[in-house]
């Protein structure tokens, strides 16, 4: 599960001064297929990689040209969120993640299927 927010219920919360978000149209059922497929997916790359000292996935982000690390659970959590119909719950990673201990979603595919061609 994500960490509470530490300004839950507070008055002064900083975020209560920002624009309400855009209300978020539900999932196609095409895109609700695509997203429980993805989730799947991580299930089993958590279980044939985590026990390797793989903490999770990292993506290229191309506004900031820099790499994001999502563990396994902030993957799940996000996931979870979007067939709840509500954006994903902007997160703070771990503290200095270490690069060596996260794969891009294209090197869990691959590894995926080199398990599963055995």
Request: aromatic letters at 12%.
């Amino acid at each position: 599960m994500m960490p509470e927010d530490p300004f839950a219920d507070d008055p002064n919360d900083p975020a209560s001064f920002l624009e309400p978000e855009e209300e978020f149209p539900p999932l196609s059922v095409d895109e609700r297929a695509q997203i429980l497929h993805d989730l799947t997916l991580l299930e089993k790359f958590e279980r044939h990689l985590k026990h390797r000292g793989i903490d999770g996935i990292f993506f290229f982000c191309e506004d900031c040209a820099e790499n994001h690390f999502y563990t396994w659970g902030i993957m799940r959590d996000n996931m979870l969120s979007l067939l709840s119909n509500h954006v994903s719950p902007v997160h703070e990673p771990s503290a200095d993640p270490d690069p060596n201990r996260y794969v891009p979603w294209d090197y869990c595919l691959g590894y995926l299927d080199g398990i599963e061609a055995r």
